[in-house]
């Protein structure tokens, strides 16, 4: 019993352990989702405490633009290795008829979601360089509700 609860008591003080290993990162990301938005975009994390961190990423295209924020909390995991999650919002803007081939009813909106993620990332120690994945459910609440997926890859330079 007492081995049980050292090994239980060890395992909360690694998961609950609050260091970071840089201040911002600023990169690209390339996102994906069954949801029209994705691609690559402009991507800053920056923590404004230990383990609490903003995630913001900004895209467009010729035919979307968009905002994706997310507050992400931090986890160590193995090494320079962290985990973490997160909950956010997205809005963006579309046009489809932005060269007038298109014959459409709706040619251009905006759009508003919800956001959450579950995600890995890697820091090298040697330089400072950022490498995350993370993904989850995103819900779009206007202008119609629809239930996707978004996933994403990041390169970002480490300010430390």
């Known amino acids: 019993m ?3 609860l050292i090994s239980i008591l060890i395992m909360l003080t690694c998961f609950t352990s609050n260091a970071q290993q ?4 600023v990169g690209i990301k390339g996102d994906w989702s069954n ?4 691609l690559g975009v402009l991507s800053v994390k920056h923590f ?17 633009g968009w905002l994706n924020v997310m507050y992400e909390r931090n986890q160590p995991f193995i090494g320079e290795t962290d985990w973490y999650f997160g909950v956010g919002a997205d809005f ?3 046009n489809t008829n932005y060269d007038g081939r298109y014959e459409s ?13 579950l995600g890995i990332e890697y820091t090298f120690q040697d330089f400072p360089i950022n ?8 819900l779009r609440i206007a202008p119609d509700v629809k239930l996707g997926i978004l996933a994403g890859f990041a390169l970002r330079y480490a300010f430390r």
């Open 35 to 38: 949801l029209n938005v994705g």
């Open 92 to 94: 963006g803007i579309w």
């Open 48 to 64: 404004f405490n230990s383990p609490n961190a903003i995630d913001a990423s900004i895209g467009f295209g010729r035919r979307y």
């Open 2 to 4: 007492r081995t049980l």
């Open 22 to 25: 840089y201040n911002t990162a």
């Open 131 to 138: 490498l995350a994945f993370d993904m989850g459910p995103t």
């Open 105 to 117: 009813t709706e040619r251009s909106g905006t759009w508003i979601g919800i956001n959450s993620n």
